[in-house]
């Protein structure tokens, strides 16, 4: 279980709906990326969303929100990181977007998925998507660490402490940032969001 200032994110069709169309959208992206040699360095992804992992590689994407998709389904209770309120905030809008500009594409995505849905694929999807992740205890610091990019060290420790922000949480998002390669074990934190047949396919582009 995943706890954002001790309130958990909901387990709900929604939430399984979003992390699931958000790394559909990010997988299929970074094949077509490789079948037509794209640029290596061109940002795309559903972590796009959030300034400053737009950087992010789109392997490294998928690795993040398997594993905060994998506390939050486990039993055991994990805080929130930075990194984790980040994913969920970003899966939101994507599968947000994904809902107003093709509805029946999400749908029968989900509809392809390991779970079954209670909650109907209907007109409202996209607002119930972006009130998910305003309706949690959750402050947004991962939308304004950019911001600090560009002070002096001085003023931007200032600003964090202003914010309350700690430098534990922000060390994570910048850890993130050298990552390139995947982390072991990212097919079994899979379970639960994609099938088995999904989770092999994935393996396999992350591999290449």
């Known amino acids: 279980m995943l706890t954002i200032c001790s309130d958990p994110l909901p387990r709900t069709d929604l939430t399984y709906a979003a992390f699931r169309a958000s ?3 990010t997988l299929e992206r970074l094949v077509l990326a490789r079948q037509f040699d794209q640029d290596p360095w061109q940002n795309f992804g559903f972590l796009t969303q959030v300034p400053f992992l737009k950087s992010v590689p789109p392997q490294v994407q998928l690795d993040l929100l398997a594993e905060t998709w ?3 389904v486990c039993s ?13 905030f ?10 107003r500009v093709n509805l029946e594409e999400l749908a029968d995505l989900l509809e392809r998925g390991p779970q079954r849905l209670i909650r109907d694929v209907q ?3 996209a607002e119930a998507m972006k009130h998910l992740h305003m309706a949690l205890d959750c402050e947004g610091d991962f939308l304004v660490i950019s911001q600090f ?12 402490s202003e914010l309350c922000i700690e430098e534990e949480r922000v ?6 940032l050298g990552r390139w390669r995947v982390t072991p074990g990212f097919g079994s934190r899979l379970e639960g969001l994609l099938s088995e047949r999904e989770i092999r ?4 582009v992350v591999s290449d």
Do not use: N, Y
């Open 149 to 160: 990019e560009d002070l002096p060290p001085d003023e931007a420790r200032r600003m964090k």
């Open 70 to 72: 994998h506390r939050h």
């Open 23 to 25: 790394f559909h959208e």
């Open 90 to 99: 970003a899966a939101c809008e994507t599968a947000a977007r994904m809902a």
């Open 201 to 204: 396919h994935a393996l396999q």
């Open 123 to 125: 007109g409202g999807l």
């Open 76 to 88: 055991e209770t994990h805080v929130a990181s930075l990194i984790d309120e980040a994913v969920i």
């Open 171 to 176: 060390d994570e998002l910048f850890d993130v």
